[in-house]
């Protein structure tokens, strides 16, 4: 945590910063995103398991700063579905069973890192960046399967869980990707970026299991995007 802290110093820094280090060759630039993704959880708590991968989508606006030559503190405002699928131990009616949930969550988010980019190369500009995803839970939707063995299986489509999903979701960003100038600023964008959860999405106590479960919502997406 220690460490998440001083990145987000760092990143505030460099944006409250920027109008300081700019000059007439810098400013800001706008683009728009449309991103795939696939989506997944990881979890530590005894009695859960991870079961496989969920796709999403993402799209929003995308706000970079250049402060420096081939640097920029980027940003934006994104619509996000993501989920993920676990097996649990679960009480049904007394009895000690097991629970599959496929979560389709959806956040409003807000990224905040550093753009590092190369000189232009042939109409191709390469880059990298890190920095921090926060996410405010606006929809939690599951689909449910209770395993009763011989009884068969109880399922459930839809089910609002909003009350068991956590408000605030924290990742570490990273991602590599280029840009293709199609003439003046306007640039077609496309790369790889990989969110890293730190924070528990799960609000819930589960008497099956012994400790309150825990899990984080990791995800990788294809970045798609113009920007001007």
């Not at 009616?93 to 979560?103: A, H, I, L, P, S």
């Not at 589960?206 to 309150?212: E, F, I």
């Amino acid at each position: 945590m220690k460490s998440m802290k001083k990145i987000t110093v760092l990143l505030v820094f460099l944006l409250a910063a920027g109008p300081l280090l700019a000059d007439d060759d810098f400013g800001f630039r706008f683009g728009l995103n449309a991103s795939p993704n696939l989506s997944w959880f990881r979890t530590e708590t005894r009695g859960y398991d991870n079961r496989g991968v969920e796709p999403g989508f993402s799209y929003g606006l995308i706000i970079d700063y250049e402060f420096a030559q081939n640097y920029a503190v980027t940003s934006g405002l994104n619509i996000l579905s993501t989920g993920g699928k676990m097996r649990y131990r679960y009480l049904h009616e007394g009895t000690d069973t097991q629970k599959r949930r496929d979560y389709n969550l959806r956040y409003l988010e807000i990224p905040l890192g550093l753009k590092l980019r190369t000189d232009e190369m042939g109409f191709i500009t390469y880059y990298g960046q890190f920095g921090l995803g926060l996410g405010f839970n606006i929809r939690a939707k599951a689909d449910d399967r209770i395993y009763l063995g011989d009884e068969g299986t109880l399922r459930f489509t839809d089910v609002d869980i909003s009350d068991y999903t956590r408000f605030l979701r924290a990742s570490l960003v990273i991602g590599a990707g280029l840009e293709y100038n199609l003439g003046g600023q306007t640039s077609l964008l496309g790369g790889i970026t990989f969110h890293n959860g730190f924070s528990n999405v799960l609000d819930v106590d589960n008497p099956a299991v012994a400790t309150s479960p825990s899990a984080v919502n990791n995800y990788v997406e294809l970045t798609l995007g113009v920007i001007f």
